[in-house]
Each structure stands twice: as structure tokens, then as C-alpha cells.
């Protein structure tokens, strides 16, 4: 049974960086078969994709958080990590980690993690 | 960037159908992605690619794409399906993934 689990501070300063961390379990981030990506969700509000990285480390990024954010694999601990630079209030929101796509093109996210939210404030 | 337009709400009694509508320019041209979200958890794939149902999900979901519209149709609806749903595509001509902002399912 793959499950995803986020973590990370639930309070970062503005201008900071916020880090966050997913832990897989049930499934293997270097085994190619999906990509492992970030999504996140303001209070009360929809969802925007952030971004995705490959096993071989190939990241995809929103282009409107492109320059802000990186995300990178730790394949000796199963996890993937997302750093957004520069933070604001607007970046508020409940973070998910999620499986997907898949290396064969289909784009959507079928496994996810509980969320985690976190808060920008001084 | 490519805009995915969908109804705030739909409401719908109990053992009727519903449908939630998800409006993009050619979006027939495109593979749409449904997630059903309930309050304080995360969202679950319903529909896929259109039309396909992962492992678990009831025949009650399924989807249609063509046109300028994917719709989503839940038959025989229950309480339980009470939740809000986002469609979902793949933007080739940005690199952008994009979620249409959301429906309030309401079961009367």
C-alpha cells in the first residue's frame, strides 16, 4: 500500500524559505515509474500544481513559482523535498506531496499524501 | 495560460444524477483528470484520461470529453459524495498543470 507523508514547520517567517519533506513508503522514488510531485491548496481555496521531479533527478516546475522553488530527491531515505524561496503570506496553504504522473505520459496524481499546512507570519 | 472554467456548486437530491462541468478552450483535445475532495482531507482520483475509473471507485463515477467540455457525471448519488471536485489537464503549449477551481457538490 503506497502512502506519502509530509513534513516539515507549520510557521515560516516572511522572505524565509519554507522546506518540506515526503516520506514513500509501499513504493520506490528511484524506480522510475513515477514522477513525484508537490501541490498545494491556500485555505478555502483551490489547488495549484507546483511541480515534479523524475528519479533522475529532472524537475518540472509551475512557471509562476519557477524561480522560487526547487525541488530535489534523497533516494537513500525514499523522500522528496520541495524549498520555495522568498515567502509571503500568499504562499499559505496546505502543502501535498502526491505519486504522479507516470512515466508513460499520463498526468495525474493517483496517490496522496494528508497535507500539511503551512503558515507565513511574522 | 490555459483556463479551466468550472461551476462553484451543483446541487443534486439523493439517487439523482450529477454533473459537474469542466469548460477549456479545445479541452476535447486534452486528457482530464477528476479528484473528489471532502472537507479536511486530501483529494482522491475518481476519473481519469477522460473516462477511466482507478481501482475502488464506484461505476457511479464516470466522464465525458469533448469539444469545450468534460463533464463528470456521479449517478445515483449518496451523502457520502458530498465533497467538492477539480477537473485537471496538462497544458502542452505552457508546461503548466492546471486545475479548474473547483465544485461544491451539495446533496439535498
Known amino acids: 500500500q503506497v502512502q506519502l507523508q509530509e513534513s516539515g514547520p507549520g510557521l515560516v517567517r516572511p522572505s524565509q524559505t519554507l522546506s518540506l519533506s515526503c516520506a514513500v513508503s509501499?513504493?520506490?522514488?528511484?524506480?522510475?515509474?513515477?514522477?513525484w510531485s508537490w501541490i498545494r491548496q491556500p485555505p478555502g481555496k483551490g489547488l495549484e500544481w507546483m511541480g515534479y521531479i523524475y528519479s533522475s533527478g529532472n524537475t518540472y516546475y509551475n512557471p509562476s513559482l519557477k524561480s522560487r522553488l526547487t525541488m530535489s530527491l534523497e533516494m537513500s531515505k525514499n523522500q522528496f523535498s520541495l524549498k520555495l524561496t522568498s515567502v509571503t503570506a500568499a504562499d499559505t496553504a496546505v502543502y501535498y506531496c502526491a505519486r504522479g504522473p507516470t512515466k508513460w505520459g499520463l498526468k495525474n496524481f493517483d496517490k496522496w499524501g494528508q497535507g500539511t499546512l503551512v503558515t507565513v507570519s511574522s | 495560460s490555459y483556463v479551466l472554467t468550472q461551476p462553484p456548486s451543483v446541487s443534486v437530491a439523493p439517487g439523482q444524477t450529477a454533473r459537474v462541468t469542466c469548460g477549456g478552450d479545445?479541452?476535447?483535445?486534452?486528457?482530464v483528470h477528476w479528484y473528489q475532495q471532502k472537507p479536511g482531507q486530501a483529494p482522491v482520483l475518481v476519473v481519469y484520461?477522460?473516462?477511466d475509473r482507478p481501482s475502488g471507485i464506484p461505476d457511479r463515477f464516470s466522464g465525458s470529453n469533448s469539444g469545450n467540455t468534460a463533464t463528470l457525471t456521479i449517478s445515483r448519488v449518496e451523502a457520502g459524495d458530498e465533497a467538492d471536485y477539480y477537473c485537471q489537464v496538462w497544458d502542452s503549449r505552457n508546461d503548466n498543470l492546471v486545475f479548474g477551481g473547483g465544485t461544491e457538490l451539495t446533496v439535498l
Open positions: 479545445d479541452i476535447g483535445s486534452k486528457s
Open positions: 484520461d477522460d473516462s
Open positions: 509501499g513504493d520506490s522514488t528511484k524506480s522510475g515509474e513515477h514522477y
